[in-house]
């Protein structure tokens, strides 16, 4: 089982980027889908984006399409966020996820702690 630790979040004007990434520990990480989800106060946490376990098919939101880039480094148990063109309704905490699947991502994946991302107007 891999412990996940998100780092990247802060803060940026609209427009801006920002690289989140997700260090996990174990030697298995290279076997799991990885996926990032957002978070807002009051809300339920919602998709951002995916990657299989060899980098190869990515899925995003549609609200990010585009704007977000997901992407891995098995060599470094890393997993990335790119996140450009930020805009105000991107504020959230975001989570790095991992699963035995993509489908397991959407149910029952291990959580990091999160790292909150605000984007000011």
């Known amino acids: 089982q891999v412990q996940l630790v998100e780092s990247g979040g802060g803060l940026v004007q609209a427009g801006g980027s920002l690289r989140l990434s997700c260090a996990a520990s174990?030697?298995?990480?290279?076997?799991?889908?990885m996926g990032w989800f957002r978070q807002t106060p009051g809300k339920e946490r919602r998709f951002v984006a995916a990657?299989?376990?060899?980098?190869?098919?990515?899925y995003y939101a549609d609200s990010v399409k585009g704007r977000f880039t997901i992407s891995r480094d098995n060599a470094k148990n890393t997993v990335y966020l790119q996140m450009n063109t930020l805009q105000p309704e991107d504020t959230a905490v975001y989570y790095c996820?991992?699963?035995?699947?993509?489908?397991?991502?959407?149910?029952?994946?291990?959580w990091g702690q999160g790292t909150q991302v605000t984007v000011s107007s």
């Open positions: 996820a991992a699963g035995a699947s993509i489908a397991v991502l959407h149910t029952t994946p291990l």
């Open positions: 990657i299989s376990w060899n980098g190869g098919p990515t």
């Open positions: 174990g030697r298995t990480f290279s076997s799991y889908a």
